[in-house]
């Protein structure tokens, strides 16, 4: 991450912080106690800032700079609260459409889909706190500017995001290679919240046991499973195909 995108040193993160600046992650050394260090924690808790605690040796690999133990990275973007989004969905007359990331952490995986997504019409990507990518420069570019169009939503967890768009009238679809039924066979007519997993263990056991519906697609070859981003394109698609023809 270039240097212009990260904050170091105890003073300027908690300028940043008070003015409301998005902040995307905090390190902090371990051990540090200090009264500043302790207001960090609680502005990062307030914000829903995930904090991180790292050796001394892995903040100094990061930069040369005086860092004081504490070293933030600036988002790309300003996050959007989930609630507000599907509030504000249902009150311009439409059916939302949320794609949901569970622990995605490729953000050429996550610029892919964010592409896919913003030409399909999704109203927004979800992803958690912690345990997942975030909205870098990097995958900025590989959504060829799509994540800043294309708002995105971050939760303590995917299974909250879930029981809160359940609450809201959204049915929540998953995608699992070990699900019975097929793409094609599920409704996946709007509103719809639909979960892809991360690239190495699929979608999560508790997010799978919420979910309203679990789909598959088919495959015939020896590779066993499909890119994360490629699967998504399929599924937002049928989801769009389904929404069209009104299957």
Not at 18 to 46: N, P, W, Y
Not at 106 to 117: K, L
Not at 188 to 204: F, K, N, W, Y
Not at 223 to 235: D, E, F, M, T
């Amino acid at each position: 991450m270039a240097k212009s995108n990260m904050i170091f040193g105890i003073h300027p993160l908690l300028e940043a912080l008070e003015a409301g600046r998005e902040i995307d992650k905090v390190m902090m050394r371990r051990g540090l106690r200090t009264e500043e260090s302790a207001r960090i924690l609680a502005l990062s808790r307030e914000r829903s800032v995930p904090v991180q605690f790292v050796p001394e040796e892995r903040l100094g690999r990061l930069t040369q700079r005086q860092h004081q133990g504490v070293i933030a990275f600036i988002s790309e973007i300003e996050y959007t609260p989930l609630e507000e989004l599907v509030a504000r969905v249902y009150e311009e007359g439409r059916a939302p459409f949320i794609v949901l990331l569970d622990g995605l952490t490729d953000v050429r995986n996550f610029g892919a889909i964010a592409r896919t997504a913003e030409c399909a019409g999704v109203d927004a990507l979800v992803i958690p706190e912690r345990g997942s990518v975030s909205v870098t420069a990097d995958a900025v570019k590989t959504s060829a500017g799509a994540l800043h169009r294309i708002p995105v939503c971050r939760v303590s967890s995917i299974a909250a995001a879930v029981g809160l768009l359940q609450s809201s009238g959204v049915r929540v679809v998953a995608a699992s290679e070990k699900a019975e039924e097929r793409y094609t066979e599920t409704a996946l007519q709007l509103p719809l919240g639909l979960v892809m997993g991360a690239e190495d263990h699929g979608v999560s056991t508790d997010v799978l046991r919420m979910a309203d519906s679990i789909t598959r697609i088919p495959q015939v070859g020896a590779i066993g499973s499909l890119n994360v981003s490629v699967a998504a394109g399929i599924l937002i698609y049928e989801a769009v195909r389904q929404e069209q023809l009104g299957a």
